[in-house]
């Protein structure tokens, strides 16, 4: 039925590349060209065609799909009828023996919605539980665990390949897309704000030798090596939280600290706006429909974490002050979490291969 299928990944943790692996061997069985993209910074490339499906597969990010992917998918250029389908993965987890599915809100519904909008047919979504990996906020699945989720979605992801690849279409309920449209306000302040903020948790600890591997994984370029002597990652507000360089660091030494969250929230909620709007703005501005004190408040919030992050870089440079701070942190005692199949060779491909 195709002629060819482009496979679009993007994944920190190497579960969305699973997935778009078990996909690729299913169309691979069936003897269609099979070409694989990952989904980083640099422009997709597709030719539209009606003989060609395109996969899309990427981790839920706040109950929505990551800026990365969105982005990339405005930038494809018009389906002209190429049919696509879209699997996030999303988190599941184990706890004592009961499985736990992820919420993928509009991860799904959205991207096949934007895909419709730019000329795709789109003829499958289909959310993937794979093990959670925000081992920002909790330590990663144990083998057993990992093992067991991963062995749940295979025959899930093979099943929805083999209906596609069949000139079926397969959407999962309805369900998901309600719960994602009531959960949309959480997963709009993730995108515009959340997000900028978890970039600025990140450090690295003592343990860092500066090999570089974290900036050169990270699928946005998010990372800057700084300093003279020993360079060091320094972490941007491009960042999308994937997880890449914290799962992947072979010295496990990226590391989240809540002192730094509970240090921009007391930065972040000092009422700046309202002092500024209150002793310095004279012009009636009421009278637009915009909200002056949200605006204000956002951007002196983003300037403040830049500047009280880089505070802390160039203090972290002090190695006495980093062994103490890196001590600190929750992270530092948590089990990091990548997908058992998937290395760091996995993930550093040319951006476009065939197979
Ligand atoms: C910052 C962040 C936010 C996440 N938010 C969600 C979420 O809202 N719902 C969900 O089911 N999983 C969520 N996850 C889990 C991932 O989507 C899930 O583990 C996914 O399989 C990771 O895929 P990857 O290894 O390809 O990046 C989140 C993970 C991270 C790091
Ligand atoms: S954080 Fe890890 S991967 Fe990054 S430079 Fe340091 S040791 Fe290398
Ligand atoms: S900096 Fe780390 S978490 Fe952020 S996008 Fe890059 S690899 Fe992912």
Redo the contacts with the bound molecule.
């Keep these: 039925m195709f002629e060819k299928i482009v496979v679009f990944f993007m994944?920190?943790?190497?579960?969305?590349?699973q997935v778009a692996a078990w996909f690729v061997e299913e169309a691979a069985a069936l003897g269609v060209e099979t070409q694989v993209q990952q989904i980083k910074v640099t422009k997709l490339s597709i030719e539209p065609n009606r003989r060609t499906l395109c996969v899309f597969t990427f981790?839920?990010?706040?109950?929505t799909a990551p800026w990365l992917l969105l982005k990339q998918i405005l930038y494809l250029p018009r389906g002209k009828g190429t049919v696509a389908v879209v699997l996030p993965?999303?988190?599941g987890t184990r706890i004592k023996g009961i499985s736990l599915p992820?919420?993928?809100?509009t991860a799904g519904y959205l991207t096949a919605c934007l895909l419709f909008l730019k000329g795709y047919r789109v003829k499958g979504v289909i959310g993937v539980d794979?093990?959670?990996?925000?081992t920002a906020v909790h330590w990663g699945l144990s083998k057993e665990n990992k093992e067991f989720i991963i062995s749940a979605a295979e025959p899930k992801v093979r099943h929805f390949a083999k209906v596609i690849l069949n000139g079926q279409v397969y959407f999962h309920g309805i369900a998901p897309l309600m719960l994602g449209l009531w959960l949309a306000p959480i997963s709009v302040m993730y995108l515009i704000l959340a997000q900028l903020i978890?970039s600025k948790l990140f450090f690295a600890s003592d343990k860092c030798i500066g090999c570089q591997q974290c900036a050169n994984l990270c699928p946005k370029q998010a990372i800057v090596m700084v300093g003279s002597k020993r360079k060091r990652p320094y972490w941007t507000y491009s960042c999308d939280?994937?997880?890449a360089c914290m799962n992947y660091c072979p010295y496990e030494a990226v590391e989240v600290s809540p002192i730094i969250g509970i240090m921009f929230y007391f930065i972040g909620t000092i009422p700046i706006s309202t002092y500024i709007l209150s002793h310095f703005v004279t012009l009636p501005l009421s009278w637009l429909p915009i909200n002056w004190d949200g605006i204000i408040q956002y951007i002196y919030i983003l300037i403040s974490v830049f500047l009280a992050y880089l505070l802390l870089h160039t203090a972290l440079g002090w190695r006495f002050f980093c062994i103490i701070f890196s001590k600190l942190t929750h992270t530092r005692y948590f089990r990091r979490y990548h997908?058992p199949n998937v290395s760091v060779k996995n993930l550093n491909q040319p951006s476009e291969y065939h197979r």
């Design positions: 994944t920190g943790t190497g579960n969305s590349y981790p839920t990010h706040g109950f993965s999303r988190a992820g919420m993928e809100g794979m093990p959670s990996n925000w978890l939280s994937c997880m997908a």
